[in-house]
């Protein structure tokens, strides 16, 4: 039999977790780099296993457990989330370890009962509850909306690690298991691309389990998917505060999608006016990037500009998606800008305009749509509304 190896941690805390060199879509959420479901066993007294994987790694996760320890063993299992990426293989373990009673949430419970219908054994926890289990205790913190309604964390006082689960997190598979051995430029960038993508929505949520975060004295944070945090501490809390408070940078995002060239010509002259006031210019191309991948600009982007040419008394569907994912994950605090060309009717423009407004974003100028192609005094009159978007965000 081949045993996958576990990584210690700490003194008798180990990643058992499985990793995912193949996924590439995550509800919705394109994922080059794949990813990892991190578990945890702590053996103590109480052999103690923290969230498991999605169903199909279950067994390379109970082979790395079984290098340390028989798994029927265990006596606990802490769910800390119950989306299946975590509990999938919560019924393969509670299967083998018949003995061992799930820690949770109410929450927690009422999703597992719903999601795999057994009749486990719980001990029910909520923010501040402890459970001793030898030498080490497990400290629960709710937090409830980051990003589901059951999360909790598990803080180990006695090793100053906080178990997160999804914060923290990013989607990379790798042999490494620790952020500096991979390096901040490459896992930050992979964490602010998780935030866009997952936590985005629920920042008031994030911004008060960061406040509990910070009375924690940590050595080391353990998420539940990628890397595992043992420095860059305050660069870590300093972006997930900017991130969950939409404190943006003095930048422009264009996104558009084009039928004929018209609007992306458009785009371009926009583009000019923009920089040629100081500000950079992110483009995105609904033709060439996922909506998933331009989000992560989306996150410090103020000014915001989205552009369609109108198709069927509509907007064309690349821009629907992609104001549809965005007005779920609820940037607020943003510029927006609506532009497009059109033969008759012109209501694409004006329908992003709409959705914009809706979203609660300024728009300090009127929509500019342009019939069939823009000629020389259009793109003109385009960089100087570039100028002027950027006399909005001073
Ligand atoms: Fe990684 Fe909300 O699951």
Do not use: C
């Amino acid at each position: 039999m081949i045993f996958l190896q576990p990584i210690e941690v700490k003194p008798g805390i180990y990643w058992v977790g499985g990793i995912d060199w193949n996924v590439r879509y995550f509800h919705g959420y394109v994922t080059p780099q794949g990813s990892t479901y991190n578990s945890y066993l702590i053996v103590d007294d109480k052999i103690t296993l923290v969230d498991t994987v999605k169903h199909y790694l279950a067994d390379e996760m109970l082979s790395r457990i079984r290098t340390i320890v028989n798994p029927e063993k265990i006596d606990y299992l802490v769910v800390n989330h119950v989306e299946l990426d975590h509990s999938g293989g919560v019924p393969k373990i509670m299967e083998v370890a018949s003995n061992a009673k799930i820690v949770t949430t109410p929450n927690g419970k009422k999703g597992l009962e719903m999601h795999f219908k057994q009749d486990w054994e719980y001990v029910l926890v909520k923010t501040g509850d402890e459970l001793k289990i030898g030498s080490h205790t497990m400290k629960f913190v709710q937090t409830p909306m980051v990003h589901w309604p059951d999360n909790m964390v598990t803080y180990i006082p006695e090793a100053k690690l906080l178990l997160s689960n999804d914060a923290f997190g990013q989607h990379i598979a790798s042999t490494e298991r620790f952020v500096d051995e991979l390096g901040w430029d490459v896992v930050h960038e992979a964490a602010a691309s998780y935030y866009a993508n997952i936590v985005f929505p629920y920042g008031d949520q994030v911004n008060k389990a960061l406040d509990v975060v910070e009375t924690l004295p940590i050595e080391m944070i353990a998420p539940s998917h990628g890397l595992i945090w043992r420095s860059f501490f305050p660069e870590l809390i300093k972006e997930y505060r900017k991130w969950a408070s939409n404190e943006t940078e003095r930048k422009a995002l264009i996104v558009y999608d084009t039928m004929y060239g018209s609007t992306k010509e458009m785009a371009y002259a926009l583009r000019e006016g923009i920089e040629d006031s100081g500000v950079p210019v992110t483009m995105k191309f609904l033709q060439a990037d996922h909506i998933s991948q331009i989000v992560p600009e989306l996150l410090t982007a103020k000014l915001v500009l989205v552009g369609t040419p109108t198709i069927n008394n509509g907007m064309l569907p690349n821009v629907a998606s992609f104001l549809t994912y965005i007005k779920g994950l609820r940037p607020k605090k943003r510029i927006g800008f609506a532009f497009g060309s059109y033969g008759w009717g012109g209501q694409g423009a004006r329908n992003v305009a709409s959705v914009l407004q809706e979203m609660g974003w300024e728009i300090p100028e009127e929509v500019v749509n342009i019939q069939y192609v823009p000629g020389k005094a259009d793109l003109d009159s385009l960089r100087e509304k570039g100028r002027k978007l950027v006399e909005a965000i001073k």
